[in-house]
DNA sequence: TCCATTATGCTCATATTTAGCATTATATAT
DNA sequence: ATATATAATGCTAAATATGAGCATAATGGA
């Protein structure tokens, strides 16, 4: 049996307050799919420019931020291995770019594979109307494992103690299949959100976790933002990865405290209110110490 | 040209205060290795159990925590390649273990092969006499590259206004490389640290880097500790993991407010001192709410 | 001119972290 | 026995960080 190994890309790029990933063109027979391609083993050097080099061939994108995500290689992820087909491996990597224009139909938002996810006009009807109730119906029908599901579901969706985790993106995608909720793992049932090809929706959903962790120590932002921005659309572009609200004059303490921007002088005067100032990054703080990110990091109690 | 998959393995424990690594076993005339195998399509079902599976094969271990690292896949890693051998691409995983008896020939002091990583004694005296003259030796030499490499060093290092970070083992390992001070890059030098085959002890850095950060965020530690322990012992490991020391009474209290922990109302008396109380893991937490590390984490400013 | 809207400055209360002092309980040396 | 070294454990003052919200400033449009 051979082993097939591929590249997988989740590409993300911010339109306003709405995060978007590139999709795979498709002839739109089949649910969507992730940009990926075969690993070379003459032409790419290294997987990162491996990667680099394909996405650049297929979508015209000149990939900035690359960083290597995950590996999945369970035997079955692609159905053409029962019919004899070889196993295969994708290395998944996430990139963020700015280069991204909502109107382009290969770029989708990315909620709505996940709109569970989005929580910035509050908890998802969804949740309510269809999530939990068939997550506690899994976990009823569960047997000796009930208990057990129970405390994940408790634990993914914050339900009980504990609160909710933006992090925790993989983990809710995969109790959503589990319970057989998405139509991947029951194309009849269909219930939450929009499906992809093969395993790209769990590959999305580790790329979402990974991101939303990162922003949080790393001030990987400012990798989706333009030269100019103000404090705000900062804000609306961490709240839109984050899928979560927050305070503004507490961000606006927090990014300036960090030392991540500087002003420019110039103002915005779109803003439908007082103009605001712009501001850009300064990437000099990359070189002079260890840069941490802006969003708020979770507490330990 | 081929492409060969293998899994490599980082297994840690802790034998007291000193962290060890397993080593493959070997005939004493190559530089130690990790253990690795090649990925079975047939016969591993998943990356995780393949690694399980041969791990306990060859070396009797039943791991229970493991974690996926990285996928490491740069053309020249191994140098059979240049006689024609196939492209190796290695599916690295973390993996923590109790099973461990320092005496045991096959585990090793992680410390043989990153000594200047090692700072609970103070920063190490090879940073002075070897490391930082080399880096900055290499530095001056680099030209119109220069600057950037003392920017490097500095940040990774931690000489500028940055503090140490011991997160950055790779980054430092890397420089290292560059800078031909190990005897990976340059045999004759041999300059710092033990070497390992391959590029094992890049493996060994990004694994030693992913636990640093990980013992801060989750409660991971308690894998490597025996099922009663008193506080300090809980210090010691976390200060062997960190390689760097903690002051006592704020571990102490950082450790009991995660109410990661219950006494068991057990006493130690080898102490050399007051007894000290003897506690255990409370296993529950993980399903009761996400819990955190008992490592100090990094400050934002 | 008034109002809605956003920007920005500032404060207060509460947590968390750092650095240490002080006291308690053992084992060992005198 | 008594002193001494060593470690465990309790506690606190000061510095920082975080969460929530009040107040004022500057716009465009009704």
Redesign the interface.
């Known amino acids: 049996?051979?082993?097939l190994?591929g590249l997988a890309a989740v590409i993300v790029a911010l339109d306003g307050d709405r995060p978007l990933v590139r999709l795979a063109r498709s002839d739109g027979t089949l649910p969507p799919a992730l940009p990926f391609g075969p690993?070379d083993?003459?032409r790419?050097?290294?997987?990162d420019s491996g990667l680099r080099a394909w996405v650049e061939e297929q979508t015209g994108l000149t990939l900035g931020y690359v960083e290597?995500l995950?590996?999945f290689?369970?035997?079955?992820r692609d159905p053409r291995e029962r019919q004899g087909g070889?196993?295969v491996?994708s290395?998944a990597y996430l990139a963020l770019t700015r280069a991204a224009e909502a109107a382009d139909r290969d770029w989708h938002d990315w909620y709505d594979f996940f709109p569970w996810e989005d929580r910035r006009a509050g908890r998802h009807a969804l949740l309510d109307q269809v999530i939990l109730p068939g997550l506690a119906q899994w976990a009823a029908a569960g047997g000796a494992e009930g208990e057990r599901r129970r405390?994940r579901i408790e634990?993914a969706f914050g339900t009980?103690?504990?609160a909710w985790?933006g992090e925790?993106v993989l983990e809710r995608y995969e109790l959503l299949y589990e319970a057989a909720l998405v139509a991947e793992a029951a194309p009849q049932a269909a219930l939450a959100g929009r499906a992809m090809r093969l395993d790209h929706r769990r590959i999305l959903a580790t790329a979402i976790g990974r991101l939303r962790a990162k922003i949080r120590y790393r001030p990987v932002v400012f990798e989706l933002m333009s030269e100019h921005f103000t404090l705000l659309q900062l804000q609306r572009a961490v709240e839109a990865l984050g899928g979560e609200r927050l305070h503004k004059q507490n961000f606006r303490r927090l990014v300036e405290?960090?030392g991540l921007v500087e002003g420019t002088g110039r103002r915005e005067s779109q803003t439908g209110g007082r103009p605001a100032e712009q501001f850009r990054f300064r990437r000099d703080v990359l070189?002079?110490?260890?840069a941490?990110g802006v969003a708020p990091?979770?507490r330990?109690?």
């Open positions: 049996m051979d082993i190994v690993l083993p003459v790419h050097r290294t997987l290597q995950y590996t290689g369970d035997k079955g070889p196993r491996l290395i405390q634990l009980g103690d504990a985790d925790k405290q960090t070189l002079e110490r260890p941490p990091r979770p330990r109690g």
